[in-house]
């Protein structure tokens, strides 16, 4: 089965007044049944976007935004085209929260009048995680929380968006082999705020 980790780490948690301003994707084969992967492909992007000026602050702290790194960074139609072409052809998205990076995502195809991703079904390393923390064999869900407790390292620096494909990535291979695997649905996704 091939997966395709992704992340993106936007300007602020708002739909309508924030941007994607980093993009990653990492496309993996997994044999299920020994449970080893096989490296395909690997995809980042810094995205420039218009609208700095309603950013929050905060996000652009974590999210180590600088100016100077974004300058020539591309506009999101600009690379709307490659980020559909590595959707269109992944059957099985993974993430961390996969609904918010769907959400925002879909955002930059529709500022720019363009058709949105072929999304497959997805799994969703928050979701794992909460059915440990449900049976009291994990205290926290987030990303954080669950690299330092299974003493993930970071490669780069944490939220970036390759940063944390990779993080999702080395996660996924923990929690694969003691959760029971849901197959969600973007039409009917697992959001984990408004599911609680």
């Not at 993106?8 to 992967?37: C, K, M, N, P």
């Not at 690299?147 to 390759?162: L, S, V």
Request: hydrophobic share 35%; with cysteine.
């Amino acid at each position: 089965m091939i997966l395709t980790f992704i992340d993106t780490e936007t300007t602020g948690l708002d739909l309508i007044d924030h941007d994607v301003i980093d993009f990653a994707a990492l496309q993996v084969y997994w044999d299920r049944e020994s449970h080893s992967f096989n490296h395909i492909s690997q995809y980042t992007t810094k995205i420039k976007s218009d609208n700095m000026a309603k950013a929050s602050p905060q996000a652009l702290k974590m999210n180590h935004y600088n100016e100077g790194e974004w300058i020539t960074a591309p506009y999101g139609f600009e690379v709307a085209p490659i980020i559909k072409q590595i959707i269109d052809r992944s059957l099985m998205i993974v993430g961390q929260n996969v609904i918010f990076d769907y959400r925002f995502i879909n955002k930059i195809f529709d500022n720019n009048d363009r058709e949105r991703p072929d999304w497959g079904n997805y799994f969703d390393t928050k979701h794992m995680a909460e059915q440990l923390v449900h049976d009291k064999k994990l205290k926290r869900s987030s990303l954080d929380a669950l690299c330092e407790h299974y003493k993930i390292k970071n490669i780069g620096r944490p939220h970036t968006a390759i940063c944390d494909v990779l993080r999702t990535f080395e996660l996924f291979k923990i929690l694969a082999p003691q959760t029971e695997l849901v197959y969600h649905q973007f039409n009917h996704p697992y959001d984990p705020y408004k599911d609680r």
